[in-house]
């Protein structure tokens, strides 16, 4: 509501912008001569800070019937208000309406087209300032950079910190944490720590800035590192610090020092921000313990839509796909709009749950809530369809998509036909895939496997020759567990560790006690052209086997195995991991590339649909 002073002011002397006549009695304009700019200034951040987007562009109205448009302050107020309720377009009327543009005005809509997502046009005003002959100052270079790191612009970012060394401000600790957070959004750390390291003076952002770069990078030793000299510094750290820290140590499901970190955010009161809470819950469902993360959650009071994307990922991950449901009606009852992450973490539930129905009818919910179907969502419902069976159905939507199909979606179909063993349609999809020219790694090793399991060996050598003429190599599966402040690494076949031969003889005890359970090697997951022998041999020994074996000697029997893998964990071992679940009486907890298997007395979390 718009507040009027409590008693009359003297009305101003007339002006030529300001109508000396009665105004029409209503709430907005009544007592208006009585309303100087600056109070308009006032109600204007009022209405800036609820959002409030309806009382605002009536209080727009007023200010053009008032005449007040022409004050310089007026304008950067209004162009601040559109900049926050999200209309940029609108912030770039007000400006170029404008007759006097002062630094405070340009200032403003360049942020507010850097603040709305349009670089282009950030940069575009950015230029035509320093053509009307005005310099840029701390304000405006900070939305430069901006807008040239979510281009990935490193030549026109590299050419705005020429000007701020020409014009004098690379002396200053904001234009300079800018810049380093510019060159390491463009992947180009080594300049970004060249500028940090020169800073005379540094502040959080600064460090932060440095720090989520390493991260994003998988950089992260540096990053670590860098996170304990601040702390060693006594840096006054921040929740965004805390938060790229703590996705660091999910990313490598480093689990011990996350819950130190955990700990250290505690101590400091930054547990209750919700960009620390979705990395805590990102975190913990990461390295296989979906029980902190949901304390994390009930928690933290108020929570961003992010924090709640987090928690249903999670859950989708480790198979509690009702909580997922739950969550999300939980999310409308709250308000809160779903995005399209929300929508993709709900996909994911279903295609991994063959939930069919449940997944058609999520996807057709988007267009209640305004989200287009992108890419990403129509490869999830393909990988719904194709893992359920309906491979016809899957084609019938790639037909049907309003974008064209990407290697996402190709290899979602892919995905189905090597499960149903269906090797025509493979052989379609792998001939869509190559008239998309150059494709991932990934795809090419896809192409291979699915020839390979159809027995189509040439084919699957084409594709590795693929590979190998663009010089890059098959990614290597891992499997890695996690003893104290030391990560053990596995190969297959792997005889490097220190522990190598009690590893094999535990190896070699469980082999046998599960094949007296009932277990039979399914050696089709073998994709190369060897003898049975070989076969048996091979995949006796997958690197996540290796791991377990480890776990077994190292651990107690009462503490659950916790096992991470680079790639898809292959069907036999998962059948022998149910074995040897069984047998040993242990809980094992297995994270491939794709979500969570919690092995406990013969059964898996997945129920075998993975």
Same mark, same amino acid.
């Given at each position: 509501m718009l507040r009027v002073a409590a008693e009359p002011l003297p009305s101003p002397s007339p002006s030529p912008h300001i109508p000396n006549h009665k105004p029409p009695q209503n709430p907005l304009n009544q007592s208006s001569f009585e309303l100087t700019y600056r109070e308009i200034c006032t109600l204007l951040l009022s209405l800036t800070y609820a959002r %409030? $987007?309806? &009382?605002g562009l009536q209080l727009h109205a007023h200010i053009i019937k008032s005449g007040l448009q022409t004050i310089p302050l007026v304008s950067h107020h209004l162009i601040n208000f559109y900049s926050k309720t999200q209309r940029p377009l609108f912030a770039r009327q007000v400006f170029d309406e404008a007759t006097l543009k002062s630094a405070t005005t340009w200032s403003s809509v360049i942020s507010s087209f850097a603040q709305n997502e349009l670089p282009c046009l950030a940069l575009e005003y950015f230029r035509r300032m320093i053509g009307e002959r005005r310099f840029p100052? /701390? *304000?405006i270079f900070p939305s430069a950079t901006k807008s040239c790191a979510i281009l990935? /612009?490193? !030549? #026109?970012? !590299? !050419?705005? *910190?020429? $000007?701020v060394v020409k014009i004098g401000y690379d002396f200053d600790v904001f234009v300079n944490s800018s810049l380093l957070d510019m060159y390491a959004k463009c992947g180009q750390l080594k300049t970004a720590r060249k500028v940090f390291d020169e800073m005379p003076e540094r502040n959080v952002v600064s460090w932060t800035g440095m720090i989520y770069g390493y991260a994003q990078s998988g950089e992260t030793g540096e990053a670590l590192s860098l996170f304990k000299q601040a702390l060693y510094e006594n840096l006054d750290v921040n929740d965004f610090t805390f938060s790229s820290v703590l996705n660091v140590c999910g990313n490598t499901t480093v689990l011990e020092l996350g819950k130190q970190i955990h700990g250290l955010c505690v101590k400091t009161s930054f547990d209750s921000s919700s960009f620390v809470g979705s990395s805590l819950i990102s975190l913990y !469902? +990461?390295?296989?313990?979906?029980e902190p993360a949901y304390r994390v959650f009930e928690e933290v009071r108020i929570r961003n839509l992010g924090m709640w994307n987090a928690m249903l990922i999670a859950c989708a991950q480790h198979s509690h796909m009702n909580k997922v449901f739950d969550l999300f009606k939980e999310m409308e009852r709250f308000g809160l709009k779903p995005n399209f992450i929300s929508f993709l973490c709900v996909l994911y539930a279903c295609s991994h749950a063959g939930l069919v129905e449940k997944g058609k009818y999520y996807f057709e919910l988007m267009n209640k809530y305004g989200v287009e179907p992108a890419a990403h969502h129509f490869a999830s419902l393909v990988d719904l369809l194709g893992r359920a069976g309906k491979l016809q159905e899957a084609i019938s939507v790639i037909e049907k998509m309003p974008i064209a199909p990407t290697e996402s979606v190709w290899g979602a179909l892919l995905t189905g036909c090597r499960i149903h063993g269906n090797t025509e349609l493979a052989a379609y999809a792998a001939d869509r895939v190559f008239e998309l020219g150059t494709v991932s790694p990934g795809m090419n090793v896809l192409l291979s496997n699915a020839y390979a399991a159809a027995g189509r060996?040439?084919? #699957? #050598? +084409? #594709?590795? &020759?693929?590979?190998? /003429?663009r010089g890059v190599k098959k990614e290597t599966g891992l499997s890695w567990v996690e003893e104290g402040n030391r990560v053990h690494t596995f190969v297959a076949g792997d005889r490097c560790h220190v522990r190598t031969r009690e590893i094999y003889q535990k190896l070699e005890e469980l082999g046998e006690e599960i094949e007296k359970a009932g277990y039979v090697p399914d050696t089709s997951f073998v994709l190369r052209e060897v003898d049975g022998d070989e &076969? %048996?041999?091979t995949i006796r020994y997958h690197s996540e086997r290796l791991a377990i074996a480890f776990g077994m000697i190292t651990f107690p029997p009462d503490r659950p195995i916790r096992i991470m893998k680079n790639l898809r964990v292959c069907g036999d071992c998962h059948t022998a991991i149910k074995f040897m679940s069984k047998c040993s009486g242990r809980v094992i907890i297995v994270r491939d590339n794709n979500r969570f298997h919690r092995f406990e007395d013969g059964k898996c979390s997945c129920g075998d649909y993975w």
């Open positions: %409030n $987007l309806t &009382k100052d /701390d *304000h990935g /612009d490193f !030549s #026109a970012g !590299s !050419s705005i *910190h020429c $000007l !469902s +990461k390295c296989g313990v979906i060996w040439e084919d #699957a #050598a +084409k #594709a590795r &020759k693929m590979l190998r /003429d &076969k %048996n041999q």
